[in-house]
DNA sequence: ATAATATTAGTCAACATTAGTCAAGAACAC
DNA sequence: GTGTTCTTGACTAATGTTGACTAATATTAT
């Protein structure tokens, strides 16, 4: 809990101030500076913690004036929402993207917590692993497409 | 008591630990320097003396900041309908025999109705479908295991 | 207007820092 | 002696950090 890595930081920063407004605009180098780390960081904070998948868009300008907004993602209606997360997930997804897949479902209010514990018992390390990993990120894309899909019709 | 292996010696330090916390959270370079150990040994440990059967659920991350934490969880009183059930899976399971598990599950009370069909769009022939007969019915056993064993406790 | 310069953010690859897996051999129990 | 459990280390994988280089936009000079 308390060796945080300066990414955690940055990203509980940033999520403190979501959690009161609907977005949150920065300046890349004043933030970096700020946490002491290098500008690129920053996007890398973005970049594995402010995904669709997490329900967050994000926006940028460069130039004088620049900017990085990032903002909560309103929910769609349901259908068009399991689309998107059907999009997202593709042919083949990532443990941690899965992860986030779940986590939108779960707060789009589309499946419960104790539904949303399921879906992740069976899709971890546990369930699917055949030892290569493609085939497994394969297999976890055709799971979570069928359990969107039985959403889909099931709301 | 006196020919306590190095391995007994870390269990009863993170079970001490457990005794007042209900969870503990290491780094496992750490831990493995504190006893004198290499690092995979503390790997073992977990593995053989921290199971779900035993009332424990392991988490960790890599990289900076990285950790080991492990987690007692409250065990529900089905334990030994879920283990006749992890037997009767075993190392495959056809469709049709998985179906009956669900069954079980669901008639037991252990699961109600959408978290039983959420259980079956992932087992069913959309979700997993290699090509390979058996590798699916590797992998629907796998899933399902990895399912039981999430529903031995609460969470 | 156009060109030059300044001011931002984005990308990418190298490197760093953690934990996980696996198999060989040692130690132990019977 | 045999089978199980423990110990070890080489190799792998995931995640985080850094900086050089690139790209976009704004501002200033001509």
């Given at each position: 809990?308390?060796?945080?890595?300066?990414?955690?930081?940055?990203?509980?920063?940033?999520?403190?101030?979501?959690?009161?407004?609907q977005q949150v605009e920065i300046r890349r180098a004043e933030i970096a500076n700020q946490f002491n780390v290098v500008p690129s960081q920053i996007n890398y904070v973005i970049k594995t913690r402010f995904t669709i998948q997490d329900g967050y868009v994000v926006q940028s300008k460069r130039g004088g004036g620049g900017y990085i907004r990032i903002e909560k993602v309103k929910l769609l209606d349901n259908l068009?929402?399991?689309?998107?997360?059907?999009?997202?997930?593709?042919?083949?997804?990532?443990?941690?993207?899965?992860?986030?897949?779940?986590?939108?479902?779960f707060e789009a209010g589309a499946i419960n917590r104790s539904e949303a514990n399921i879906i992740l018992a069976a899709i971890n390390k546990d369930a699917i692993n055949t030892g290569d990993r493609q085939a497994d990120e394969q297999i976890r894309a055709q799971i979570l497409i069928s359990i969107l899909n039985h959403l889909r019709y099931e709301s």
């Open positions: 809990m308390e060796n945080q890595n300066i990414s955690d930081i940055i990203e509980s920063y940033l999520k403190q101030i979501l959690a009161e407004s068009d929402f399991i689309d998107s997360l059907v999009t997202a997930v593709g042919d083949q997804i990532s443990r941690h993207d899965s992860l986030a897949v779940v986590r939108s479902l």
